[in-house]
């Protein structure tokens, strides 16, 4: 487990509602720079609308998030995004009829081509550039054992190789926080093996991620801290034993 550096990200009373059913209660709390928090509860609890809230899809209705000094409820998704933050979702969200390594360059900020001025008058630094993203892109895709994939189409991909692809989208960014919805949810056991070692790494890398996650097992190995929300409120956080041994967790469980 990795050791609390600096607070990077910041909730403040973060409060949402939908047709005056509050789904989100005066959420408070902080993610430290190079930490796995596991952010766990029953289905409908919020947890996503939480990952919506913070990546400013749904603007919040009260509260803030802070990101590294700066107010995200001010900012769009895209803007977001450019700032170091980025997610994936329950439904993937790839680029189905492109292939493998077209998804990943297609992730990589200001991917050559982008603009056409940086095609007829710095075509030598967007080719440089061009070269650099691929090499990555197949260094990504080597770590999570779909270098042989490369030219298939995603959409002829496995479930679990398709989990894989959208967290190596997610790296390709360069974001420093990575929003996961459900990792491992639906994959083989080895591609979660893969997906428990890709968590592992990106603290040394400096690093940080928040998981919606219902596998135990994979929270009790990569999460240094868990947030556990029960019909729109925090009511627990902690160590991963803390929380699943904590009686109002149990109670929530066992309702």
């Given at each position: 487990?990795?050791?609390?550096?600096?607070?990077?990200?910041?909730?403040?009373?973060?409060?949402?509602?939908?047709?005056?059913?509050?789904?989100?209660?005066?959420?408070?709390?902080?993610?430290?720079?190079?930490?796995?928090v596991g952010l766990l509860g029953l289905n409908g609890s919020g947890k996503t609308t939480l990952f919506?809230?913070?990546?400013?899809?749904?603007?919040?209705?009260s509260g803030k998030v802070?990101?590294?000094?700066?107010?995200?409820?001010?900012?769009?998704p895209h803007e977001i995004a450019k700032i170091g933050i980025t997610r994936t979702f329950q439904d993937l969200r790839l680029i189905?009829?492109?292939t493998v390594l077209e998804n990943v360059l297609l992730s990589f900020k200001n991917p050559p081509g982008e603009q056409l001025t940086n095609l007829f008058l710095n075509w030598k630094k967007s080719e440089n550039l061009e070269i650099r993203n691929t090499?990555?892109?197949?260094?990504?895709?080597?770590?999570?054992?779909?270098?042989?994939?490369?030219?298939?189409?995603?959409?002829?991909?496995?479930y679990g190789q398709q989990k894989l692809l959208s967290i190596v989208c997610c790296l390709a960014t360069g974001a420093?926080?990575?929003?996961?919805?459900?990792?491992?949810?639906g994959v083989s056991p080895l591609a979660i093996e893969q997906i428990i070692q890709i968590l592992?790494?990106?603290?040394?890398?400096?690093?940080?991620?928040?998981?919606?996650?219902?596998?135990?097992?994979?929270?009790?190995?990569?999460?240094?801290r868990v947030f556990f929300l029960d019909a729109g409120s925090l009511i627990v956080q902690g160590t991963p034993e803390q929380v699943y041994n904590n009686s109002k967790v149990i109670e929530a469980y066992l309702r």
């Open positions: 487990m990795t050791n609390v550096k600096s607070n990077f990200l910041v909730l403040e009373k973060v409060s949402k509602s939908f047709d005056g059913l509050k789904v989100l209660k005066e959420i408070s709390c902080c993610i430290q720079s190079g930490e796995i919506n809230v913070m990546t400013n899809l749904l603007r919040a209705d802070i990101f590294r000094e700066r107010n995200l409820q001010q900012l769009s189905r009829r492109l090499r990555t892109a197949l260094r990504l895709l080597e770590n999570v054992g779909l270098a042989d994939k490369i030219n298939t189409l995603a959409e002829d991909l496995s420093d926080l990575l929003l996961l919805d459900e990792p491992v949810a592992k790494n990106l603290p040394l890398q400096n690093k940080s991620a928040v998981l919606i996650e219902h596998n135990p097992e994979v929270v009790r190995e990569v999460c240094d």
